[in-house]
């Protein structure tokens, strides 16, 4: 996915550039520039389809944001544009909106808005790819399922905390429960709790003599009481009866 970051100001185009290269988006940034002036001169040189994403600021110096989107436009009019803009740019982006942008975000730049707003156009564009290329995309969103899945794998005796798992797989906790439910079929914290559940299986088996409060501790839970409520639920039998059965 082929991305060029347009901002007169540095630390914003490094700082777009350094959220996309830690994020599981498969990102390719193709060129950073700090006026549309810039841009222009490297985008006149490439060919429709070239390009996936162009993220530029409204208000820039040489030649502004809505310059550059309307020549670019004239060039690629399929190509999705997401502006940036200040607080007191609004005439500035209500007339970006007329040349169908795609995506509209105010400074400071939300990271978890962002990188949703490029997975919904990598989906989109996907959709429309050739199926042997598809496939090659799937194993992305399975590569981004198995990293949630080996985070909490590993850390599964941990307080779980949604946002700070989001943070680290760079999307949002909403996108997360939505994407993780999607290729799964289970939501986050029902994987965490089997999972926890499982752990706490194999601890009985492999350490009989340990109390049930310090296996609930083991597997992340502080209250023993909810422990054997869930251990119930999920495996039918309360922790003494497992260990009896078993």
């Known amino acids: 996915m082929n991305v060029i970051i347009v901002d007169d100001e540095e630390f914003i185009r490094l700082g777009i550039a350094k959220i996309l290269s830690k994020s599981e988006l498969p990102v390719h940034i193709a060129g950073l520039y700090a006026n549309g002036m810039e841009a222009w001169a490297e985008l006149s040189k490439l060919a429709p389809g070239e390009l996936d994403v162009l993220i530029t600021d409204i208000k ?18 399929d ?12 005439e500035y982006a209500r007339q970006a909106l007329r040349f169908g942008v795609t995506d509209y975000f105010l400074k400071p730049l939300d990271k978890y808005e962002l990188c949703q707003a490029l997975w919904k156009l990598y989906h989109m564009k996907e959709e429309t790819a050739p199926e042997d290329h598809q496939q090659v995309v799937r194993g992305q969103e399975h590569y981004v399922v198995e990293r949630i899945r080996y985070i909490l794998e590993k850390e599964y005796d ?21 994407f993780f439910r999607q290729q799964t079929g289970s939501t986050v914290t029902d994987f965490l709790m089997t999972l926890r559940i499982e752990k706490a299986k194999q601890f009985m088996a492999d350490f009989p003599k340990l109390k049930n409060y310090e296996i609930a501790g083991m597997v992340g839970y502080s209250d ?20 009896e059965r078993n």
């Open 60 to 77: 820039m110096p040489v030649m502004d944001g809505l310059r550059l989107i309307e020549k670019v436009k004239e060039k690629m009019p």
């Open 79 to 90: 190509l999705p544009v997401i502006i940036l803009s200040g607080f007191n740019e609004f």
């Open 158 to 178: 941990k307080p779980f905390n949604l946002e700070k798992l989001a943070e680290r797989v760079e999307l949002s906790p909403s996108y997360v429960s939505k």
């Open 224 to 243: 023993p009481v909810y422990f054997n409520k869930l251990f119930k639920k999920i495996t039918g039998v309360t922790p003494k009866e497992y260990k």
